[in-house]
Each structure stands twice: as structure tokens, then as C-alpha cells.
């Protein structure tokens, strides 16, 4: 009796909402198209849902952006951008992978990978300065804070121990399309070289 054929394994690719195929294992620049990001990104939820209204990652990133110095802006809206591509993974959930596998676990080297090919395409040096990933993370953290007071249903004072206090600013989640035009809009702001693509 034959036996059967073992399916192609197919390659680590993605196709974009635009049609463009992205290579997960070895991002490629010249396929990284800014709108592609933008509606990704403005289509996946914080808090894996969580939250009484959803909020998009590319609304929480102009937010990150936002209360930021203006020079380190660019790095704020950028600093989740690579989940376009590799959605968003909690962070409990990475802090297990990486208490049981091991650090740098696959994600955190893909999420390397891509943050390699985005920064310089918008114009921004990488690696990152030590400083800048300091500022940064405090303003995520903050932003956090913000989204679990004003969107987490049971929200009670010790889900924000061990993070800064959150934002004066009450959030009241944009729908999709907007976050993404406000994301584009933030990164043709910030990051003029980012014009020059399509």
C-alpha cells in the first residue's frame, strides 16, 4: 500500500491586507509598506480583548508617542510596530515562555528581527540607545496603566502595582479606521523619510 505524501511544509510567510507576502523569518524591507502597519495594527486589540471597549495597538502607540519628548516620539509610535506582523502577545504570556525556554526566547529574536528592518526604513537609528528604550518603556508603562484603569471592567488599585502612575487623559477608544489614519498621520510627522514610500 502507498503511503501518503507528507504536505509541503510552507514557508514562514504572511500575506498583508494589501497582497504583499512577508517573510516572518527574514523580514525583507522592501516588502514593508506603512499603510500595511498601520491597518494591522489598528485591527488588533490590547489586553487580548479584555477591556470593557477595545482598543486598537496602533491607537495605545500614538498614545505612547504622545506623552513622550518630541524628539523620542518617533520611537514611541514604533515601538510596538513589529506586531503588525507578529500580533500581540501579553506580557505574562512572554514572561512564562521565557521563564520556561529560556532568554532570548524565538519571539524576542523575531521581534529583533523586525524592529531591524522598521526603525531604519523610517529613518531612525538601531539598535536603540540604552536612555531611549528607558523612556520608551516607561511611557508604555504609563499608557498601560491608563488603558487598565479607564478600560478594564474590574479594575482595582493593586492590578497597577509596580507601575507609574497613569495618565491625566481619559481614554475613549477610536475605531479602527481612525486609529490607523491617526497612525499614519503621527509617522508622517515624525518620520518625514517615511514620505518617500509608498
Not at 516588502?31 to 489586553?47: G, M, S, V
Not at 496603566?145 to 487623559?169: M, N
Request: proline share 11%; aromatic share 8%; net charge negative.
Amino acid at each position: 500500500m502507498p503511503t501518503a505524501s507528507r504536505p509541503t511544509r510552507r514557508a514562514a510567510t504572511i500575506k498583508t491586507v494589501s497582497g504583499r507576502q512577508w517573510h516572518l523569518a527574514a523580514p525583507q524591507g522592501a516588502q514593508l509598506h506603512w499603510p500595511d502597519i498601520a491597518e494591522h495594527l489598528a485591527k488588533i486589540n490590547r489586553h487580548i480583548g479584555a477591556t470593557a471597549l477595545p482598543i486598537s495597538v496602533a491607537e495605545h502607540c500614538v498614545r505612547v508617542a504622545d506623552i513622550l519628548p518630541p524628539d523620542l516620539r518617533a520611537y514611541g509610535l514604533l515601538h510596538d510596530a513589529h506586531e503588525a506582523y507578529l500580533n500581540d502577545t501579553p506580557g505574562p504570556l512572554k514572561d512564562l515562555l521565557r521563564e520556561e525556554y529560556g532568554t532570548p526566547m524565538l519571539l524576542d529574536i523575531l521581534e529583533e528581527r523586525h524592529d531591524r528592518i522598521i526603525y531604519p526604513a523610517a529613518g531612525l537609528s538601531w539598535p536603540l540607545p540604552a536612555e531611549t528604550k528607558q523612556q520608551v518603556k516607561h511611557a508604555d508603562d504609563v499608557m498601560f496603566a491608563t488603558e487598565v484603569r479607564d478600560l478594564k471592567p474590574s479594575f482595582v488599585a493593586a492590578d497597577l502595582c509596580g507601575y507609574p502612575p497613569p495618565d491625566r487623559v481619559v481614554i475613549k477608544p477610536w475605531p479602527w479606521p481612525r486609529a490607523a489614519e491617526v497612525w499614519l498621520q503621527r509617522l508622517q510627522e515624525f518620520c518625514p523619510a517615511t514620505q518617500s514610500r509608498d
